[in-house]
């Protein structure tokens, strides 16, 4: 049976993820600060999964949840899912907030990865997945921060998979807009480029991106073909000229 360990697993993205992944016939690694739902979904999931209670900003404590996980075994995939957002201009932003999304969205990633490598090293044709966004592709306003966390997110991503490839190992990050989690549905303020952009992507759409990478073999994984359409877009703009591009679409 192959296994599979998500962080972030308790609501939203990982939740559905963990959910489609277990439908598949993969045992589950689910992985979560919140114990209360986290503990909900492993009841509802049952012999699929078991749960790991862990913050991703303390890596003894997410290395020992991988290690319960695994115990002497391989990993086949890791999808380090866990982030927050914050969207207000920069300076209206608490530096405690700030640097809460680069512990979660940063941090928490490296933790992941690293402690990942070794099971993942264990199991054929493994995956290391990680929550990427198009936020990763040029700077977005009123989201400064988790912006720039996404860029690390794609940099490390990219920096990775060239070295970890004579392993077995294929890293690789998802790429989406704006989803339907309380992440963002739910935010005490949202950017202007929600309702300009709109929210048109379900979490089990992002499951189902998940799931072709952990059986497929590409860098970046668009969830919707309007994704991918606006990255290409900008990627193959003059440089300077990106910046109106995302002015327009932001607002700005």
């Not at 992944?21 to 690694?29: M, R």
């Not at 933790?111 to 966004?133: D, F, Q, T, V």
Request: proline share 3%.
């Amino acid at each position: 049976m192959k296994r599979i360990f998500i962080t972030g697993a308790a609501s939203g993205i990982g939740r559905e993820t963990a959910r489609r992944f277990a439908s598949e016939g993969w045992f589950v690694g689910i992985s979560d600060r919140d114990p209360g739902a986290l503990d909900a979904l492993a009841q509802e999931l049952g012999d699929s999964a078991s749960a790991h209670v862990a913050d991703v900003t303390d890596y003894a404590g997410l290395a020992s949840a991988l290690a319960d996980f695994c115990g002497d075994g391989g990993l086949d995939a890791i999808f380090n899912n866990a982030g927050i957002l914050e969207m207000r201009y920069f300076e209206q932003t608490s530096l405690e907030r700030m640097y809460d999304v680069v512990n979660v969205n940063i941090n928490g990633v490296i933790n992941g990865a690293h402690a990942a490598i070794p099971y993942l090293r264990k199991a054929e044709g493994s995956k290391l997945i990680n929550m990427g966004s198009v936020a990763g592709v040029y700077g977005i306003p009123e989201e400064a921060v988790y912006s720039g966390s996404k860029f690390f997110v794609r940099g490390m991503t990219e920096s990775i998979n060239i070295e970890l490839e004579p392993e077995g190992i294929w890293a690789c990050d998802i790429m989406v807009a704006y989803v339907a989690t309380p992440m963002v549905q739910e935010a005490d303020r949202q950017a202007a480029s929600v309702g300009i952009l709109g929210v048109n992507v379900t979490p089990e759409q992002v499951a189902d991106t998940v799931w072709k990478a952990a059986n497929g073999r590409q860098v970046h994984w668009f969830v919707t073909e309007a994704d991918f359409g606006v990255a290409q877009q900008v990627d193959s703009m003059p440089w300077e000229e990106r910046r109106n591009f995302v002015k327009e679409i932001t607002g700005f």
